[in-house]
C-alpha cells in the first residue's frame, strides 16, 4: 500500500471516530435550484440555479432575491442544454452552454428564438458562453450527497398523535451538531394529518436531515391538509432542514413545503404552495416559487456522529496507526 494510500485509509477511519475532516461545501448551499434533466414548470426561483435543460412553457423570472453584494456580471443563472423558453434574470448573468444561436438586439438578449430579459444589463449583466463551468460536478454532487446523507443512522425520531406529524430531536452529537431522521414514506402519506410540527429538545442543531425511505423508484404523494407549524415554520430553523428523498422516482406535494428538498432521481412536482429552501431534482414540475435562501446546514461538512465507547478502543488504535504514519512521512522527507 502507498503511503497516500494509507493516508486516504486513515482519514475514512478518523471519520468514523469523530474526527474532523474537510469535505466539498454542499452544493445545495451554493444555488437556489439544481434540475439534472428538464426544468418544465416553476413560477419563479429567487436564488441562483444550475440547469440541464429548460423546456418550452411559460417564462418564469429568476435569481430575484440574489443579494446586491453579487456583480451583475457574474453568473447567477447556468443552462447546460436547451433553453426553450424566455426567462428573466433580475440579478447577475447567464450562463449558457447549449448550441442554440445567441444573440443581441440593442439591450434584448436571445437565445434561439427565446428572449432573455437582464435586468442588469447597464451595469455589465451579459450571456456568457462555454467557459470552465462543471456542470457535472454540480449534477453528480446531487447524487453523492443524498447517498451520504442516506447512509447516516437515526438519532432523532418521528411519530404520529392524532392529527399531527411530530419530529423529535434526539441525542445529537456535540461535534457534528446534526439530527438525523431515518422515516418512511408513508408516514408523510397519511391521509388526515393536518399539522408538521418540530420538537428540538433543547437542543441547537448545526444541521437536521430527514431521510425518506421507500421502494426503489417509489412515488411520494402527500396530502393537501398538512400545515408546517411552529418552528418548523420558522427561516432560521427551516433553513436547516433537508428533506432527503434518496430512491424517490416521484415526489408530488400539494402543500407549501419548509426545507430543501434532495431527490438526485426524482421529478418534483408542487401544487399547493412555495418551496421554502433550495431544491436539487432530476426534473422540476411546479406551479409554485422556489424560495430563499439557500439550505444553510452543515451535512456535507460534517463529521458521522461520535462513536459508542465500545468503539473507543478502536479509535485509540486509529490514532497509534495515524502516529505511526505520520512517522514513516517524516522518516521518508
Not at 258 to 284: C, F, M
Request: hydrophobic letters at 35%; aromatic letters at 8%.
Amino acid at each position: 500500500m502507498t503511503t497516500l494510500n494509507r493516508i486516504g485509509s486513515l482519514i475514512t477511519l478518523l471519520s468514523a471516530c469523530g474526527v474532523a475532516t474537510t469535505q466539498a461545501q454542499s452544493v445545495l448551499s451554493q444555488y437556489d435550484v439544481i434540475v439534472s434533466g428538464e426544468l418544465r414548470n416553476v413560477s419563479e426561483f429567487e436564488g441562483p440555479g444550475v440547469i440541464h435543460t429548460i423546456t418550452s412553457g411559460n417564462n418564469f423570472n429568476t435569481a430575484t432575491r440574489v443579494p446586491s453584494t453579487v456583480s451583475q456580471s457574474s453568473d447567477t443563472v447556468y443552462v447546460q442544454s436547451a433553453l426553450n423558453r424566455s426567462i428573466s434574470i433580475q440579478r447577475g448573468s447567464l450562463y449558457y452552454a447549449g448550441s442554440q444561436t445567441v444573440h443581441q438586439n440593442a439591450n434584448q438578449f436571445f437565445v434561439g428564438g427565446n428572449i432573455i430579459n437582464i435586468q442588469g444589463y447597464n451595469q455589465g449583466a451579459t450571456i456568457h458562453q462555454p467557459g470552465t463551468f462543471n456542470f457535472s460536478s454540480v449534477f453528480d454532487g446531487l447524487t453523492t450527497e443524498s447517498t451520504t446523507y442516506g447512509g447516516y443512522a437515526a438519532n432523532s425520531t418521528a411519530s404520529i398523535s392524532g392529527n399531527n406529524l411530530n419530529f423529535k430531536v434526539g441525542a445529537i452529537s456535540p461535534i457534528s451538531k446534526i439530527a438525523v431522521f431515518n422515516i418512511d414514506k408513508t408516514l408523510l402519506e397519511t391521509g388526515n394529518l393536518s399539522q408538521i410540527n418540530l420538537d428540538l429538545s433543547g437542543k441547537n442543531p448545526k444541521s437536521i436531515i430527514i431521510n425518506v425511505s421507500g421502494a426503489s423508484g417509489y412515488t411520494l404523494n402527500t396530502p393537501g391538509g398538512a400545515n408546517f407549524v411552529g418552528i418548523f415554520a420558522d427561516k432560521t430553523i427551516s433553513t436547516k432542514v433537508l428533506w432527503n428523498f434518496q430512491s424517490a422516482g416521484a415526489v408530488n406535494l400539494r402543500q407549501s413545503w419548509y426545507g430543501s428538498i434532495l431527490a438526485p432521481s426524482a421529478t418534483l412536482q408542487d401544487s399547493g404552495g412555495a418551496l421554502e429552501g433550495s431544491v436539487g431534482v432530476k426534473n422540476l414540475d411546479v406551479s409554485v416559487e422556489v424560495h430563499y435562501p439557500l439550505w444553510t446546514g452543515t451535512g456535507y461538512n460534517i463529521t458521522p456522529p461520535i462513536p459508542e465507547p465500545s468503539s473507543y478502543a478502536a479509535c485509540f488504535a486509529v490514532g497509534l496507526l495515524g502516529f505511526g504514519v505520520a512517522r514513516r512521512i517524516c522518516r521518508q522527507a
